[in-house]
């Protein structure tokens, strides 16, 4: 067995790397000598995926990383296509590498826990997949490259689903591991520092152990939407095309693949590949919109720049085909969590944001983690059982006390969506003062789910936010997390999540936020409209009002119906930031109707 702290692999590692970097940098692969690549195939070769160990395993996914990389730019600069031929062929394998190492551990692969950025390696891949089917001039190339996005997207979802299956461990025995993992890797890195191989070795075999003995939790049907890396590999423009609800919407793939952007463009009739490379000015837009730096204009102008790199073309497509109201946007990692709707799809004035047409003028927008899991996503739905309670309540807004905390009360929005369900559905499945218990109970078995409370940041090693119901003997905090939302089998079409932070949370890879609105999603809801900031003022209340209107009253999708409550709010509060008026998003699923 080949350790992980051998260090002749490791100067093997090192030198390959360097020698794709001279070959960048010089343009001239004649330095490159056979003895070397022929010592890295044979080491390649010599570790077995399927009965080596994790750390070997992690040598090899490297290692032909790097071998990929120098062969497809050596084919590039001498436009050798046997040699791009190797390097698609060597891609591909580190691909199906990280696939096997996800397949054989039991949650998501730390990258200071299991020495390597795994992922890291599985995107420089897919990357020169593309590169090399570009040498090689491959007539589908298209689908070759919207198939390894949804690849890609699926192996990090289904990675994350495997973490979130186990969030029993949430509780004191994760607190445990937690803290037992970092005293692991402490250790290990001290031997590491002192040449202690051995020790740091054991070490680190502990670790390995820890990740590959959790415990699973049985999975629930309704992840379905999520869990087959395979549905990635074949997924062409055509399944999109074959699975689109009507030919007024269209379906937008934001691929991002080091310093490229691919652009996948579907229509029932019609399909369209547009690429963008990343520049310094684009970076420059992309941070001060990611990090809240510019307000009023200055965020206007930087997100028309973003819009002008990454939609544009795709949208002046679109205006062609005629007739199309209505998008599915698959968002890559750069810009999972960007609200396209209130992007300026022309120069923005200079007195102020609002006085710009933006994309929610002209189209009603639902987003997803990628194109399978909406297609999934309408399968689902067919099979979704009609015995199921319309409609539930569940808030917690009259002012209590906790443990940890004072919630305070909001009667303005208690009273509002109070009346809504008055007026729209059975009071009887209304709970006004909910406790986490009544939450649990009740959840599962509803086609509609709203969701009134607070929300807060969780602090320690959960991830993401949750929201403050009422405390109870069981549940003496009262707080829902994304480990009490991720086990539940939900039954619900759409489920409304009124509460701070509802769509916020740490980015993971092509996975996307680690949101409740995710959340919600992994156990079964096929859409959520959930936001950020929503309880600061009365909007959160004008919004919900317009909302039932339009769905209930008018029989619009829910998409639109939504869209048309943001337009209605943006009109009748001129001036305010769109962050404001368009903080609540529509995921998943763009056409539920209230039946």
Known sequence: SISLLDGQLLQLVQKVNKAHFLS??????????????????????????????????RIRNGLSKYLSALECSCAEIDDDASLAANALQRAEQTMTDYETFLGRIDTEPSQEALLGDWHGNYLDAVDIVMRSNRILKNDEYANVALSLSNRSKSVALSSALRNRSRMELYDQKYLEIYQLLNELKSNRDQAINQSKVAEAKDAQDQISYLYTNLIPLKDSTSRQLFRDIAYGYNFTNNDVQNDLPNYQTAAIDIFYGRGEIVIHTITKTSQRQFTSTVDISFIN?????????????????????????????????????????????????????????????????????????LLIDEFAITYVYSLPVYTNANSLMANRSRSRKEWVGFTALQGFETAIRRVEALPALYSRVTEISNRYFTSNHFYKNCTKDIFLDEVEQAKFITVCTHGYENSGPTEGYFMQMHPSLSYPSGEIRNEDIYPLNLSADLSLLINCHSAEGEIFTAEGEKSLARAFMFAGSLSVIAGNDLLKDNMVSYLLSKFHKYWIDEGLSSANALRLAKLDARSAFPGTPPERWGSLLHYGLLDIYYD
């Open 24 to 57: 960048r940098k010089t343009e001239d692969c004649s330095s490159f000598q056979d003895s070397l690549y022929n010592q890295a195939v044979e080491s390649i070769d010599g570790i077995d995926p399927e009965s080596a160990s994790i750390t070997d395993l």
């Open 285 to 357: 837009a992309w941070r001060a919109i990611k990090n809240h730096d510019a307000t009023g204009n200055d965020a206007a102008k930087n997100a028309y720049k973003i819009y002008q790199k990454i939609l544009e073309p795709a949208i002046q497509w679109i205006r062609q085909q005629g007739g199309i109201n209505q998008l599915i946007i698959a968002r890559d990692k750069m810009f999972t969590d960007f609200a396209f709707d209130y992007f300026p799809t022309d120069e923005p004035k200079e007195y102020d944001w609002s006085g710009s047409r």
